[in-house]
């Protein structure tokens, strides 16, 4: 005889993958069937499309509701598509970003393994396994988070004073949808892969951040000292979205 606390447990979420042609294009998803839904709902984001529907919903619906929405379902997979960024190689020849200028990543067999050098054009990374694009990819990844940190520290040396403001500690983060935060007790964490892009964007989410020790929100207070020193900020928060449309809506 089942429980009072089985017969209360909803059905396992039902989770399959699938695809369909819709306008003339074959789309795969991911169907999630759930008993607490009551509608058929649509998401894409850079996992490609997601369709939620009630547990118990009949095909004939689902099918009706992607042709029905075929058209916006193509459109934003083909955005989402052009907005992802290329899958970087770690190896010789490859193109690398720092501070929004394009290098190239030369990786030269040594016997000892030395520290990375940039010069005006390369990043030169000089591994004893050449061919190795794991080891090649934990010493750019190295290399990257130590000059983030220097230049995350110059930018709050230049604008805290200019905003007032004193922070507790500077942290790197490896967040995945955000490029930084403040907590109440002055701690300000700041995205490695901010070294990345041009230097206007770094030094508008260093602003942002420091802003939050004077107001703990995004109040119109809060934009007015972001504004003080950063005044085409709503202009750079567009550009910054185009870099990472997963980040924070609130950077």
């Given at each position: 005889m089942l429980s009072k606390l089985q017969k209360l447990k909803?059905?396992?979420l039902a989770i399959e993958q699938r695809s369909?042609?819709?306008a003339d294009k074959l789309v795969s998803y991911t169907l999630k069937r759930s008993s607490k839904r009551r509608s058929i709902g649509?998401?894409?984001n850079d996992d490609g499309l997601t369709v939620s529907m009630p547990l118990r919903a009949s095909e004939k619906w689902l099918h009706s509701v992607l042709q029905e929405k075929a058209a916006w379902v193509v459109d934003k997979l083909e955005n989402w598509q052009?907005?992802?960024a290329p899958v970087q190689k770690w190896e010789d020849?490859?193109?690398i970003l720092f501070r929004g200028e394009t290098f190239t990543l030369r990786v030269i067999p040594v016997l000892s393994k030395t520290s990375p050098l940039l010069t005006a054009h390369e990043l030169i990374i000089h591994a004893v396994e050449s061919g190795n694009q794991v080891a090649i990819k934990?010493?750019?990844l190295q290399w990257y988070k130590r000059e983030a940190l220097r230049v995350f520290e110059e930018c709050v040396e230049y604008f805290a004073p200019l905003m007032g403001v004193a922070l507790r500690e500077l942290k790197i983060s490896s967040a995945r949808t955000q490029w930084g935060s403040c907590t109440a007790l002055g701690v300000v964490r700041l995205n490695w892969q901010l070294v990345t892009m041009p230097l206007h964007l770094i030094d508008y989410v260093v602003v942002h951040e420091l802003?939050?020790?004077q107001e703990m929100n995004h109040s119109p207070a809060f934009w007015r000292v972001v504004e003080s020193v950063c005044p085409d900020y709503s202009r750079i928060r567009k550009e910054l979205h185009k870099w990472s449309p997963a980040a924070d809506e609130s950077i």
């Open positions: 909803p059905p396992p369909i042609q819709l649509l998401q894409i052009s907005k992802k020849g490859e193109p934990k010493a750019v802003a939050h020790l």
